[in-house]
């Protein structure tokens, strides 16, 4: 009997440590694999940023002009009432008003390629779309605690309405260094604000308002805000006297 308590004590022994084992290989397996996918998720975000920063060099077989997504959110979509991006990951799926139908946040960067940047929709789930997603979501984990972000999206501007003429002499005087006296751009970084290498006449920048919105807040980046609300306004009408690509219906429902 004695023998036989030893024996099924040393037999729960080996048990025991043959689970011990198991679960530490199962452990160590976890780990790796979690190792191994922060290590891919920090792969796609670095793509990402990159893709957000020089998106006619990084995905240039979609881009149809010679805007980036830093054009618009600057600083890699960091600044405040620049459009940014920290949050706006939190707040999708939402409504549409444009696509009178809800949206997921691929929708919203598809919208910005065939719009903003008068291109072509990426792959669904392709290396450019994951790492864009992975990039944007990288910023949503940046929230400042619980508390919501306030610098959100563009600042509030007065129901005005701009005047042209005024805004030529605004544009050639403070504006026309950065983005070319035939509203070019100047080289990489400075994007031109309309012709070919702009947006297309689908894109939300593609409104006074919201330019103007843009202009008061972060123009001209030498001296920001600047200019008054009604100065934006000029300037924006100005610019949107301007041709510029036509959008590409066959993309309505982004």
């Known amino acids: 009997m004695a023998v036989l308590v030893l024996g099924s004590a040393a037999a729960w022994g080996v048990r025991a440590e043959i689970h011990a084992v198991r679960s530490s290989v199962r452990s160590e397996e976890v780990s790796s694999s979690k190792a191994a996918a922060d290590d891919t998720n920090a792969d796609q975000i670095a793509l990402g940023k990159k893709i957000f920063h020089s998106t006619p060099d990084e995905a240039k077989p979609y ?23 920290i949050d706006v990951a939190k707040t999708f799926p939402q409504f549409s008003e444009r696509a009178k139908r809800t ?20 792959p669904e789930n392709g290396r450019e779309m994951m790492a864009l997603v992975a990039y944007i979501n990288s ?21 005005l309405k701009g005047n042209p003429q005024r805004g030529e002499k605004i544009y050639l005087s403070q504006c026309a260094v950065c983005h ?15 012709g070919d290498g702009s947006f297309n006449d689908g894109a939300g920048m593609n409104k006074v308002e919201k330019m103007a919105a843009f202009v008061v807040k972060n123009m001209p980046q030498t001296k920001p805000g600047s200019l008054t609300p009604q100065e934006a306004f000029d300037v ?8 510029r690509p036509k959008f590409n219906p066959q993309y309505a429902k982004y």
Not at 63 to 78: P, Q, W, Y
Not at 139 to 159: H, I, N
Not at 180 to 194: N, R, T, Y
Not at 236 to 243: E, F, N, T
Request: aromatic share 6%.
């Open 103 to 122: 949206i997921t946040l691929k929708d919203r960067i598809q919208e910005c390629f065939v719009r903003s940047e008068n291109g072509h929709p990426l």
């Open 139 to 159: 910023l949503s984990a940046k929230s400042l605690g619980e508390r919501e972000y306030t610098g959100r999206g563009l600042v509030k501007v007065p129901d």
């Open 236 to 243: 924006s009408a100005y610019i949107h006297s301007k041709p």
């Open 63 to 85: 881009v149809g002009n010679l805007l980036s997504c830093n054009s618009c959110h600057f600083r890699d979509g960091t600044v405040a009432h620049a459009s940014p991006m």
């Open 180 to 194: 070319g006296f035939a509203g070019e751009g100047v080289g990489p970084m400075l994007p031109p604000v309309w």
